[in-house]
């Protein structure tokens, strides 16, 4: 399996420049994570689906954040309008399993968004 | 609400020796408890993981972790570290009650094995 496929890998935007995040998840997986790697704060668990549908978005920071899941195989995070402090490592996850079980979540390579 | 604490931002260890990185956690119900390996420039890899079972769980390259329910820890260790096996350690709790399927990452330790 080609494993968690994200895009892009690196982009530099300019402050108040809508920023789109993509990610293909492991096919079959049925729950799909965002996370943010900053130095700061660490990894940070941003939002999560399962079965496409958004199930706790607690960690998304403001309304300039939203993700949308339209079907199994992809989900993107945007970021409108996008602020120098948005600058991180932004990971999408994907694993398989019931409500119950402790299967494995698997990450992408990551994408480098740096907002200057 | 659950937790992950990694009270070590570094770890310093020759290599050849034993290395332990340390982990401990707090959650509702049955833990299932997870280490990850993060090199440079690249995504979270999976080494091991505890869900049931055996408190000693064997992973990948080497590495163990025991399981110590009456600590709530979770300790990564290898008994002979390899300059190779420098990267950014986490250890990651999800709770095992119903409701919940967050992940929750610890901040990281940094280990450094010295030639």
């Known amino acids: 399996d080609a494993g968690v496929i994200q895009s892009p890998r690196h982009e530099v935007t300019e402050m108040g420049q809508e920023v789109t995040l993509r990610c293909k998840p492991i096919?079959?997986?049925?729950?799909l994570f965002w996370y943010r790697q900053t130095m700061m704060r660490g990894l940070e668990l941003l939002i999560y689906f399962n079965n496409n549908v958004p199930i706790d978005d607690s960690g998304m920071p403001e309304d300039r954040f939203s993700a949308k899941m339209p079907n199994a195989s992809f989900s993107t995070l945007k970021i409108q309008p996008s602020e120098p402090r948005d600058s991180a490592v932004y990971f999408c996850a994907s694993s398989f399993g019931t409500h119950y079980s402790g299967n494995t979540i698997y990450f992408g390579e990551g994408s480098w968004l740096t907002v200057v | 609400a659950q937790s992950v604490a990694q009270p070590e931002d570094q770890v310093n260890v020759a290599e050849g020796n034993p290395l332990t990185v340390k982990c401990t956690y707090s959650?509702?119900?049955?833990?299932?408890l997870f280490w990850y390996v993060q090199y440079p420039n690249r995504g979270l890899q999976f080494l091991l993981k505890y869900i049931t079972g055996d408190n000693l769980v064997k992973g990948s390259y080497g590495f163990e972790a025991e399981f110590n329910k009456s600590q709530t820890s979770f300790h990564l260790k290898k008994p002979s570290a390899l300059v190779s096996d420098s990267a950014l350690y986490f250890c990651a709790v999800r709770g095992g009650t119903s409701g919940t399927y967050k992940y929750i990452f610890g901040t990281g330790t940094r280990l450094k094995v010295l030639a």
């Open positions: 096919s079959g997986h049925d729950y």
């Open positions: 959650v509702s119900g049955n833990p299932y």
